[in-house]
Structures are given as C-alpha cells and as structure tokens.
C-alpha cells in the first residue's frame, strides 16, 4: 500500500471532490482559540500586576506582568502553527483568515498595548513634577493606542491585498512581509517586559526611551518595508544535521538563558528590515552617483 503524504490523510474519502474532512478544520481553529484565550489572560494579568503594584506600592519583580509576556510569546507560536496547519490540511477557509485577524487584533494588538502602558508608563515615579507626570502618562496612552490602530491597519492591509509586493522587493524565490508583522512586534515588546525581569518602569526617562519603542514599532507594522516571512520554508522536507544542530542549540539556549536570547531574537528580527531598507537606500544612492563619476 503506497505511503501518503500527511495532506492527504485529511481528505475525506467518500468525498468526490477530495474534500477535507470534517474533523480536519477543527485543528487550525483550535490554535487560532488558544491564540485568544492566552491574549485574554495576558490583559488579566496586566491589570492584575498593576493592581498589585498600586496596593503593594512594589515596583520590583512582578510575576503577573511576566506571565502577562509569556502568554504573548506562547501565542506567537500557536500563531505560526494555525496557519501551516490549514495549509497542511488544506484547510484554509475564508472563515478561518477573518478569525485569525480577530486573534490577533486581541493577543497581538490589544494585550501587549495594555501590557505596554501597565508596565511601562503607569507608575512612573511620583517624585516628579505632577503637572509632568500627566503629560507623560496622557503620551504613553496615545503611544499604546496608536500601536494599536497601527496593528489593526497591518492586518486589514494584509486581508485585502492579494500578492503584495513590499517597497524594496528581494529574492524572487523568498517570501515577504510587507510591514512588520503584528506578532513579531508585539513578541518585542514582550520581550522586553520579560528580559528586565518584569519590574515596572519608574524613571521617566526610561519611560520615555520605552514610549519610543513603542512609536517605532508601530511605525513598522505600517511601513512597506520588506521582512521575511519563513512560510517558503518546508518543515516537511529532510534537513541537513548542520540545520539539526542549528535548532538544538537555539532550544538549548532559549530553555538556559531566555531572556536574553528571547529578546536578542526578536530585536534581530524587527531590525532586520531597518537594515535591509537602509542597505537599499545605500545602494540606490551609490548607482545614481556612479554615472556621474564615469561622466
């Protein structure tokens, strides 16, 4: 009997039309609700490592504000796999994109824009002038709202545009973003909440450094800038031991030291397209001086 390939242990065969069966949408739906419920404990627990801060006045290791973090890394994950899931199954449904959006908008958008504000702005240090403080805080709810509509406008964009084509296009045999993708900028600020140990900020120059982040990110989401998108890459195709051993050593290093690594992978993720449209810019400059020179 001939060995089948996982797609095809979905299809239903009393179907003529080699439709999947029914069970098999369930599997990508199931991750896009996981996708939800850990965007919707990670506000909980924002507004539970608030709460907690403003009772307690601690302002150290705050271990709902981490679990807060956590969930939107988790989510990242449950967030690739949804997607390669239905393309797997051959799954994929209208329903399934628009619920996906939705997800994100929650855990993506909404959790990390509470989480921003909760951990970064809202308890800056009262020893300042309280006519400054206000004015601090009223930016750091303007800057976590816009993060938020930015998100929301990456995601529309991204449903309504068939083959985008970024502003500086690579490799024709590589996919792209177009923008920042809303995971990858949430999983930064994440990341950082995680790697300085959960603490909230209570300096405001810190706050404002933090506030910056958040304007940049959100600024990416609605570039046209080029990132990579890793779905051309098969996980089904054999891969060489260097890839193996590629892998072990990013598990084993994330698993001993995540909060640097964590954060170090997405730093290098999101600027990645800050390098790549400057590394364009330079070179388009460089051709339009060299005529000039031969001239």
């Avoid at 506000?43 to 290791?61: E, P």
């Avoid at 969930?71 to 690739?80: R, S």
């Avoid at 990341?191 to 810190?206: G, H, L, Q, T, Y």
């Amino acid at each position: 009997m001939p060995r089948l390939r996982l797609s095809e242990r979905f299809i239903d065969p009393r179907s003529a039309n080699r439709r999947p069966r029914r069970a098999a949408y369930v599997l990508p739906t199931f991750f896009t609700a996981g996708n939800i419920f850990l965007g919707f404990v990670s506000i909980l627990q924002s507004v539970k490592g608030a709460l907690l801060a403003a009772t307690l006045q601690d302002f150290g290791w705050n271990s709902h504000f981490e679990v807060a973090a956590k969930m939107i890394g988790i989510a990242m994950v449950l967030d690739g796999l949804d997607g390669r899931i239905a393309r797997i199954t051959n799954t994929v449904s209208d329903f399934g994109r628009e619920l996906d959006s939705l997800a994100d908008v929650i855990t993506f958008g909404i959790a990390p824009a509470v989480l921003a504000y909760t951990w970064g702005v809202q308890f800056i240090g009262a020893g300042i002038e309280p006519s400054f403080r206000e004015q601090l805080q009223n930016t750091g709810y303007f800057a976590a709202f816009m993060y938020l509509v930015c998100g929301a406008a990456r995601l529309s964009r991204f449903n309504v545009q068939t083959n985008p084509i970024p502003k500086n296009p690579g490799r024709p045999d590589r996919k792209y973003f177009v923008g920042l993708p809303i995971p990858a900028a949430a999983s930064l600020l994440a990341a950082v909440v995680f790697a300085a140990n959960s603490a909230p900020i209570v300096n405001w120059p810190f706050a404002i450094l933090w506030m910056t982040l958040i304007a940049i990110v959100g600024f990416l989401m609605v570039s046209t800038w080029r990132y990579r998108s890793f779905k051309d890459l098969n996980l089904m195709r054999p891969r060489s031991p260097l890839s193996f051993i590629l892998v072990a050593a990013i598990i084993y290093l994330v698993l001993n030291y995540s909060r640097p690594v964590l954060l170090g992978m997405a730093v290098a993720y999101v600027g990645s397209g800050i390098v790549i449209r400057i590394g364009g810019s330079l070179r388009r400059l460089l051709r339009r001086h060299r005529p000039a020179e031969a001239v």
